[in-house]
């Protein structure tokens, strides 16, 4: 007497997945995929003045570990005139007394503007805590605030014409 192991559904489920997995026609076979165009890393420079804090200088060199790490999408150089956005740091210092910060620690303010397209965009940023945290934050969506720049240098028009 022969025993099945298997139940009538489950030999059935078989069959389908072994339908399902059958190889493709030869035609349908060498039709080859066309590759994901690929995006080009932004290069990045980073600026400081010539009298820079050590702290501003220390600041400067954490958002350039963070730019190189983003080896795909950012590209660190060291000539700012290649660079497609400069990021400036002025300074980095303690936050005015009374600045609601959320975090642990003394709060922070690091200056800074955004270069590109024939724009300058200053900003503040305030935290509290390590700085590595906020130079990975910045460095992840640098991409995005140069084609931004950029975009808002476009739409501007130009005085001299």
Avoid at 114 to 139: C, D, H, I, K, P
Wanted: net charge negative.
């Amino acid at each position: 007497m022969t025993r099945f192991l298997c139940s009538a559904p489950v030999g059935a489920a078989l069959l389908v997945a072994a339908s399902c997995s059958a190889p493709e026609s030869p035609k349908a076979a060498a039709t080859p995929i066309p590759p994901t165009p690929s995006v080009a890393p932004l290069a990045v420079h980073v600026a400081l003045p010539e009298n820079a804090s050590p702290e501003t200088t220390e600041w400067a060199r954490t958002l350039e570990e963070s730019v190189a790490a983003r080896s795909g999408d950012l590209e660190l150089v060291a000539d700012p005139s290649a660079a497609g956005l400069v990021v400036r740091i002025a300074s980095v210092e303690a936050a005015p007394e009374g600045a609601e910060v959320p975090g642990e620690g003394e709060a922070v303010v690091m200056r800074g503007a955004l270069v590109g397209g024939g724009t300058t965009r200053e900003f503040n940023l305030t935290y509290r805590g390590e700085a590595r945290a906020q130079t990975e934050a910045l460095a992840r969506n640098l991409r995005r605030l140069g084609d931004e720049t950029k975009q808002q240098a476009a739409a501007t028009p130009d005085p001299s014409r």
